[in-house]
């Protein structure tokens, strides 16, 4: 098998199966229960909780347990959106951003009467830093933008909307969704107010993610009814999922550099080789794209079909987010880059990882030739 879909989700590390399933059975006590199987529960969740805030070089309590980064994502929006609608109702995101992100800030329009400003990107996917310099007012009081795009993988600058933001608004709150850098490229957290993160990106498990909020910026919980993350979510603690997510995370930020360099490397082999056939364009820009993605069209293609067939040779690709593949239209992603619409409706997702091989790559590069000679054009 050729696991090439690494930004839908990654495969268990083993190590972290291996502690996951050593303690599955011994570690069941509530972490809120009193009694000494419930201490020794909660004093391995709060051990795990400061290795993640120490990898995060932020504080033990700015360091929330979610049950992925869709939660995270919601818990930030909603909660600052509800926090502080006495200051102001605006909220500005990009039209790129993740569906848990774009959804949420549409229901808040629709629902709750927010006014959302979406900043647009250019045909690279660069945002339009002057779009946004615009559209801060006194009444803002979220920004929220990804770092790394799920789709297509450009790089937003982060340090630059920082200042944009703080210099218009102090006040404005700094959301940034994180998920596809974690474990991938060096992130800096001191300057932003909310961070997103999942597990089951970085080799961990499903159900299980972070939302880091710094102490100087509140929120409403979405989750009442119990003192778990501070009074932010309740209900009873995943505490496993919880406890090893500190060792997934170590093991996903260990070796930074050498796994993106060695990525860098496989990206631009696979780019190369995949250029050189006819009506093949690629969507990602080389510069500022992370290396970890390559969106990729093979015009005239159906991408499900393209899917389908490279399924033959037991090769896994995407054709967009894993949360919007049941729609059929092009990605929003493209769209708004202003991909043509016969490009952009053939675009498919490769997705690599430290774990690949070249010799994956290289039978990859020959089942999609196979794959172009024998599939027929469908439009
Ligand atoms: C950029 C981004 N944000 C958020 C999410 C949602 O993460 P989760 O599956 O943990 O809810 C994803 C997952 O595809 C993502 O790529």
């Known amino acids: 098998m050729i696991y090439l879909d690494y930004t839908a989700t990654t495969p268990l590390n083993p190590e972290v199966t291996k502690t996951y399933t050593k303690l599955l059975n011994e570690l069941f006590a509530n972490p809120d229960s009193i009694h000494k199987l419930g201490l020794e ?24 347990f979610t049950s992925g980064a869709s939660e995270a994502n919601n818990m930030a929006i909603k909660g600052v ?6 200051r102001g109702k605006h909220i500005i995101t990009s039209t790129c951003e993740h569906s848990s992100v774009y959804e949420t800030c549409h229901q808040l329009e629709k629902v709750f009467g927010y006014e959302i400003t979406y900043i647009n990107v250019d ?14 007012r006194k009444d803002t009081i979220l920004v929220s933008i990804m770092h790394i795009n799920n789709e297509v993988g450009f790089i937003n600058p982060v340090d630059q ?40 990106k970085i080799y961990g ?51 930074l550099n050498d796994k993106l360099m060695k990525v860098k490397q496989m990206n631009h082999y696979l780019r190369e080789r995949l250029i050189l056939n006819e009506g093949v364009v690629i969507n990602t820009p080389l510069t500022n794209g ?28 995407s054709t967009r987010s894993a949360c919007s593949t049941k729609s059929n239209q092009m990605s929003r992603t493209l769209e708004m880059m202003k991909v043509d619409p016969a490009i952009g409706s053939s675009a498919i997702r ?3 990882s430290a774990l690949t091989s070249q010799q994956e790559l290289d039978t990859f590069i020959n089942a999609v030739q196979e794959t172009m000679k024998n599939l027929k054009k469908q439009r």
Not at 164 to 171: A, D, G, M, S
Not at 222 to 236: C, D, P, V, Y
């Open 41 to 64: 529960t909660e004093s391995l969740m709060n051990k795990s909780r400061q290795l993640i805030a120490d990898m995060l070089h932020v504080k033990y309590d700015e360091v929330l």
């Open 81 to 86: 959106a509800f926090q502080y609608a006495n």
């Open 123 to 136: 045909s690279y996917g660069k945002l339009d830093l002057e779009q946004l310099n615009q559209a801060i």
């Open 161 to 200: 909307i920082v200042k944009i933001v703080r210099e218009k608004n102090p006040l404005t709150k700094i959301h940034i969704d994180m998920v596809q850098s974690l474990g991938k490229v060096p992130i800096d957290l001191s300057q932003i107010d909310l961070a997103s993160f999942s597990a089951h």
């Open 205 to 255: 498990l499903k159900g299980s993610g972070i939302l880091m909020k710094k102490n100087s910026c509140q929120i409403v919980p979405l989750i009442s009814g119990g003192q778990q993350e501070f009074n932010l979510r309740a209900g009873t603690s995943n505490v496993l999922t919880n406890i090893v997510l500190a060792k997934t995370m170590r093991l996903a930020l260990e070796n």
């Open 290 to 317: 992370s290396p970890y993605i390559i969106n990729v069209s093979f015009v005239g293609y159906k991408p499900e079909v393209f899917v389908h067939e490279l399924e033959k040779y037991e090769i896994y690709v």
């Open 350 to 352: 490769i997705s690599l």
